[in-house]
């Protein structure tokens, strides 16, 4: 008897910790993961230099993992430093430098007139969405994710997302420029607003919502119209660089969630069709990741995605951002 009870026990609490920790250690990684490396990688799209080296491959637990990781102690070719060292899959590593590149940095040049010299980002981790007990696994468990929490200027200025979200006109302009150009890039972009898990940093992943990766979620709308690119998603002249200022500004009014479709990106938009920000990605940039799905269009994405869920439990300010 007490022999049954034992093993019962065993089991439920085997069950528990599996549920608990949201990983399933018997699960196997979906394919399009792995073969999205391999793509990522034969077409050279990340390649090891002095800040970005190969590391053993990670297997587990459960599905945890990636077969090539990267490990990266500066961005942009040495030029940006990270504040903790990011490990990425090729895919998502190759779409942060050429964000990076086509967004942030001009974006930082046009609002404060210098560039951006440090980042504060989280990478792999497995880990359930949100830290939640008995959630999904996030996309940062594959190395395909990034969440940033703030920018470290070149003259020392730093703009946090929390800060900064609804700080001075220049940060809020810059963040949003930043989160503009993510939606262009990753298939889910969550910001403050989209709910209250991401109410200091920005979310950004290449998740697969669909069996053809056409799904896409960037949240919350926002009615902004970006000074580095037109509405058909082409770069604009660039514009001259305002000169940095750090005297206090009063917060500016927030202009989230103003329009049920302000960019167009609903594939029924009467706009120009499309994603207004979608463009052709830069010579870096990973167009498709595998060789069966098509391109990516940059289209409206349906609620249901990574970190996307109705969360249960209310989330308050921390120092530790939940990502």
Not at 24 to 38: H, L, V
Not at 296 to 301: F, I, L, M, Q, S
């Amino acid at each position: 008897m007490w022999r049954k009870v034992f093993a019962f026990s065993a089991l439920a609490l085997f069950g528990a910790g599996l549920t608990g920790c949201a990983i399933n250690r018997f699960e196997r990684r979906e394919a399009w993961r792995d073969q999205a490396e391999q793509a990522c990688i034969a077409r050279k799209l990340v390649q090891p230099t002095t800040y970005v080296s190969l590391a053993r491959e990670i297997e587990g637990p459960g599905p945890c993992g990636m077969q090539q990781p990267f490990r990266v102690t500066r961005l942009g070719n040495g030029t940006v430093a990270l504040k903790q060292r990011m490990t990425l899959a090729c895919p998502a590593l190759a779409e942060a430098e050429a964000w990076l590149a086509d967004t942030i940095q001009p974006a930082a040049n046009l609002y404060f007139g210098v560039p951006v010299a440090e980042v504060n980002a989280g990478s792999y981790s497995c880990r359930g969405r949100n830290n939640q007990v008995g959630a999904k696994l996030s996309e940062h468990s594959f190395g395909n994710a990034v969440d940033i929490m703030s920018f470290t200027l070149a003259d020392g200025h730093v703009i946090t997302v929390k800060g900064g979200w609804r700080g001075t006109e220049a940060e809020q302009a810059f963040l949003r420029e930043v989160f503009v150009g993510a939606c262009a890039r990753f298939t889910t972009v969550l910001a403050p607003g989209s709910d209250m898990f991401h109410y200091d940093h920005i979310h950004v992943d290449l998740a697969r919502h669909d069996p053809r990766g056409l799904r896409r979620v960037c949240k919350p709308l926002l009615k902004f119209e970006s000074q580095l690119y037109a509405a058909d998603g082409t770069p604009r002249p660039m514009a001259t660089p305002r000169p940095p200022t750090r005297q206090p500004v009063a917060p500016q009014a927030p202009a989230d969630m103003e329009e049920d479709d302000p960019y167009g990106l609903s594939p029924t938009s009467s706009r120009s069709g499309g994603n207004r920000y979608a463009r052709s990605p830069s010579p870096s940039a990973p167009a498709a990741y595998a060789a069966a799905p098509p391109p990516r269009p940059r289209v409206a994405a349906a609620p249901a995605a990574e970190e996307d869920a109705e969360p249960t439990t209310a989330h308050g300010p921390s120092d530790e951002p939940i990502y």
